[in-house]
């Protein structure tokens, strides 16, 4: 694996990296990443979500209804059940970040 000087910020900056680190043009680049993402879209609404070795999960959850509170008046709110998406790193990735 590649270590940059310095981590890329912008979406031009992610392709030219990838393209340098796997000696390909900044148009396959694109390409690939932008397959990566649609196929994670739909692998997430698995019910095992969709796995980046080396990086995480993405999944699919329910959230329950819950109780709330209103940060400006204090009110207590009922907070509805919702669906989101959850990105959950991996071991590897974890340590990596924190070390």
């Not at 340098?20 to 148009?27: F, L, N, P």
């Not at 940060?71 to 991996?90: H, M, Q, S």
């Amino acid at each position: 694996m590649a270590t940059a000087k310095k981590a890329p910020k912008t979406k031009s900056q992610i392709l030219s990296a990838v393209a340098e680190a796997a000696g390909i043009t900044k148009k396959q680049a694109k390409e690939a990443i932008e397959a990566l993402l649609a196929i994670a879209y739909v692998g997430a609404k698995d019910k095992k979500g969709f796995m980046i070795p080396g990086l995480g999960k993405l999944i699919k959850v329910q959230r329950k209804a819950r109780m709330g509170r209103n940060p400006a008046t204090g009110e207590a709110i009922k907070i509805p059940a919702k669906t989101v998406a959850k990105f959950r790193l991996c071991k590897a990735a974890k340590e990596a970040v924190l070390k």
